[in-house]
């Protein structure tokens, strides 16, 4: 499976739009080019429905919010699912201000999404915000552990029902869920976390992978976070002693570049739940 699902972006190569964050978006469009896609990064509004309309696929990352771009996001937000495009939302930073909570809250209201990815406690508020219930939500701590395993995947599942959307709650251990099956993903290393932007690489990474396999949203995002995950282990094992975090950086996208579907099947550490 995670192999034709990498071959079938390389394959395609899938032009994504992507309306991020500047401080990642450098690093977002080397990653998308190292998986086999193209990027375009286009955040004016005078020009968002324009450009989704001839790409593939929308990332909409709200990390460096402002009153400039929120209404490009909806704009191509909108146009993407007018097309039945892939969009993927990276709500960064969703609960740290009012204004990217409300933003994430009404983007989710408005918007059709093929995929949320984000942390658990970005998650956490969304489902918050959307009027989730309490009970599940408020019992699940803001880590994933093997101890809080089994409680986040009942959350992300409760929420991928309510949303209609691939839910991706990535950290220590990720996980992938729809309304009725989940994945929990133990690929990485803990050094990654010392990057900015894997999340953000992850995420624009994802929308291609979204694009070049349109009939399997779930795998298809599984099989993104696996790579990224899989490539972080294999650039770690790289480092020699003079070597830091940038150069991490360096080697995931070369990582990814070079990575094939072999070796991401048998790399991959992920279990069904």
Known sequence: MLKSLLENVREKAPLIHNITNYVTVNDCANILLACGASPIMADDFGEAEEITSVCGGLNINIGTLNQNTIPSMFAAGKRSNE???????????AGASKLRTETADKLIRELSF???????????TLALGAGTTKGVDADVADIVTEDTLDRVIVFAKQFAKQTGT???ITGAIDIVAT???????????PMMSRITGTG?????MTAAFLVA??????????????????????????????DGNSTLRNYIIDEIYNLDGDTLKSGANYEVR
Request: hydrophobic fraction near 45%; proline fraction near 6%; include cysteine.
């Open 83 to 93: 097309l039945n495009h892939p969009v993927i939302l990276d709500p960064v930073g």
């Open 114 to 124: 093929t995929a949320i990815r984000g942390n658990i406690s970005e998650i956490k």
């Open 166 to 168: 691939v839910i991706a």
């Open 179 to 189: 309304a009725d099956k989940a994945y929990a993903i133990r690929n990485g290393h």
């Open 200 to 204: 953000c690489m992850l995420t624009a």
């Open 213 to 242: 396999n349109p009939n399997q949203p779930l795998e298809a995002t599984v099989a993104s976070i696996c790579a990224m995950g899989l490539c972080g282990e294999r650039a770690f094992a790289r480092l020699t002693k003079d």
